[in-house]
């Protein structure tokens, strides 16, 4: 499947946006396509951390980088999802 020209991309969300405000979503695809947009830019902070840290010879800064684009991806997926990890306890 090919992948949408930004113009595409953007009637598409906008017309997702217009469905969930008027209740128009009885398939839940806007609702889909909004949360899978939304969590697509975190996941692409994390693939540009991860390969930044693999071309700077593992280096302990971008390895830093790159643990919290994972943590911040993760914290957005369980935001989305309405769900808590469990404390660790510390």
């Given amino acids: 499947m090919s992948k949408p020209t930004e113009e595409e991309l953007q009637h598409a969300l906008k017309r997702a946006g217009f469905m969930r405000e008027t209740g128009d979503d009885p398939h839940y695809l806007a ?17 540009h951390a991860a390969e930044k840290y693999l071309r700077s010879g593992l280096a302990e800064r971008e390895h830093t980088v790159l643990l919290r684009a994972i943590e911040k991806a993760r914290e957005i ?4 999802a ?3 990890r469990p404390s660790l306890g510390l």
């Avoid at 609702?31 to 693939?47: P, R, S, T």
């Fill in 31 to 47: 609702k889909a396509l909004l949360n899978c947009h939304y969590q697509h830019g975190y996941l692409l902070d994390v693939l």
């Fill in 77 to 80: 997926d369980d935001r989305s």
């Fill in 82 to 84: 309405q769900r808590e």
